[in-house]
């Protein structure tokens, strides 16, 4: 017999992700708080898809569950599907929810006729999954149960009404920290401020973003709504984070942190009255940029500041729906510059319609920008978005071409170029993304035999000199983890100088 408990999966593909499932761990302290028993299998470390999918598969067995729930984004879709077959070979009578952003906007593409997967849970899955998990034990039927999908009698998926947004976020308890490997999210990386070493973690004070870009599919899902957390709750899970977890910052995963100025300042002045001195970055938009504003968060500890630049052509912003100007941007990084707050832009290539010009225009925009980290984004139609809608769709056998991994780069830069051209002009993308990369290199990129790579690399890591990260890192119980990554890097290091000498052999 089963155990009657819902355990999430997270697929296969992540298990390299630094990247923590909130989702799952939001629903799970829900779930927990009406009075649900949940875990999450969340494998993590092995670089494999198929030995990660196996132990994933292995795991959820052994918990012998009676509900199993996964996600999966558009490039994800078919490995899930594998997955919950994979699992219904030995759990037959467990029922298998399936949620995240592709089952929430195609659910066909999982519930058909011989899917192993039961239900799609449709938009936020908090209060759904509480509902639908109280039918199945009774046996219940779930047409009433607003906000998902499942097969109908005509072998097509059939969608209930939507269910409302959660308007009070504070009927959410915290994330279940507990459920998942916090050490190996919270150790010491790049990746959570990117570009800064530090141990921390991913904190959410909204939900949702009132804008409306062409690229994105938030606004069709959730709507230009925008919820706010209470400034206590968000100090509490920090504390909590610091705590329990040793956290020595962390990043406001919010959609534009600044949309609300009031927010911002009163969770400031919570940071100030408890005394938490943390590292912190966030992601907001150029036309939030108050100097006042930012001025205050400076002081209290936000060294990075996220931008969607995008690009450099006025036209090109108007047809991606940006709604903001070239000066606005410059006048955004100029602020940042005389604050000494570090920023990471995000630029766009192979938009729709973009020009030669266009290209010209947003590469000229980034050498005046001189952001600490740039990154160069190849525009894909994922479902969803408004570009989608444009191209005429995606189909099935494309979906996990358009999702780049380090072992599908080629294969999915030639499907983009091949078959999902956006742009007006000749350029070839994969030549143009890697003469980008040469001239803008992250941290991973960076290579010692270029004497501007290695100015680049001074620029990124000579923050850990600087009066604030010191004063962390002195205070900091995980001064030894902090060691090791630095080993890790210098090993790094060598390896590419090793390199470097091999090369002038030749």
Request: proline residues 6%.
């Amino acid at each position: 017999m089963p155990n009657s408990k819902i355990v999430f999966a997270t697929p296969a593909t992540r298990s390299m992700s630094q990247r923590p499932p909130l989702a799952f761990m939001y629903m799970a302290s829900f779930l927990e708080k009406n009075g649900e028993e949940t875990e999450i299998v969340d494998v993590k470390g092995v670089q494999d898809k198929e030995k990660a999918e196996e132990k994933t598969a292995r795991e959820v067995v052994r918990l012998n569950p009676d509900i199993v729930g996964l996600t999966c984004l558009t490039p994800e879709v078919l490995d899930t599907r594998k997955l919950a077959e994979r699992i219904k070979e030995s759990l037959p009578d467990a029922k298998f929810l399936v949620g995240g952003v592709h089952p929430t906007l195609k659910p066909e593409d999982l519930l058909f006729k011989g899917s192993a997967i039961d239900y799609a849970v449709i938009g936020e899955g908090e209060q759904t999954v509480v509902e639908l998990a109280k039918a199945i034990r009774d046996k219940r039927p779930v047409k009433k149960i607003r906000g998902i999908a499942f097969l109908g009698k005509n072998g097509k998926a059939v969608k209930t009404e939507p269910r409302p947004l959660i308007t009070d976020l504070g009927e959410l308890p915290l994330p279940a920290f507990d459920k998942v490997k916090m050490k190996y999210y919270t150790k010491p990386d790049i990746y959570c401020i990117r570009g800064i070493p530090i141990a921390g973690f991913y904190v959410f004070s909204s939900r949702g973003c009132p804008y409306r870009c062409e690229f994105c599919v938030n606004k069709n899902i959730f709507g230009r709504v925008i919820r706010f957390r209470k400034p206590e709750s968000v100090l509490d899970e920090i504390e909590l984070l610091v705590d329990k977890y040793k956290i020595d910052g962390f990043y406001m995963y919010d959609d534009a942190f600044t949309v609300n100025k009031k927010h911002v300042e009163a969770v400031l002045q919570g940071m100030k009255e408890r005394k938490i001195d943390l590292l912190w970055g966030c992601e907001t938009r150029v036309n939030l940029v108050y100097e006042d504003l930012m001025r205050k968060m400076k002081e209290a500890g936000c060294v990075q500041i996220d931008f969607g630049v995008e690009s450099g052509s006025p036209e090109n912003l108007v047809r991606l729906k940006k709604d903001i100007t070239v000066p606005q941007i410059e006048k955004a990084f100029g602020i940042c510059r005389k604050l000494g707050i570090r920023t990471f832009a995000n630029f766009m290539i192979n938009t729709p319609n973009e020009t030669k010009e266009d290209v010209k225009m947003t590469i000229d925009l980034a050498r005046r920008l001189d952001a600490t980290i740039n990154i160069f984004n190849v525009t894909v139609p994922y479902p969803g978005t408004d570009i989608y809608d444009k191209v005429g769709g995606v189909p099935l056998e494309d979906y996990a071409k358009i999702g780049p991994t380090p072992a599908s780069y080629d294969q999915w830069i030639e499907t983009i170029q091949s078959r999902y051209k956006l742009s007006n002009h000749n350029m070839d993308l994969k030549d143009l993304v890697k003469r980008l990369a040469e001239e803008f290199p992250t941290v991973h990129r960076l290579r010692l035999s270029n004497p501007k790579n290695f100015a680049k690399l001074w620029e990124n890591l000579s923050f850990v000199f600087k009066p604030k990260y010191v004063k962390v890192m002195l205070k900091s119980k995980r001064k030894s983890e902090y060691l090791k990554w630095a080993l890790s890097l210098s090993g790094y290091l060598k390896m590419q100088k090793n390199v470097v000498e091999e090369s002038k052999k030749d």
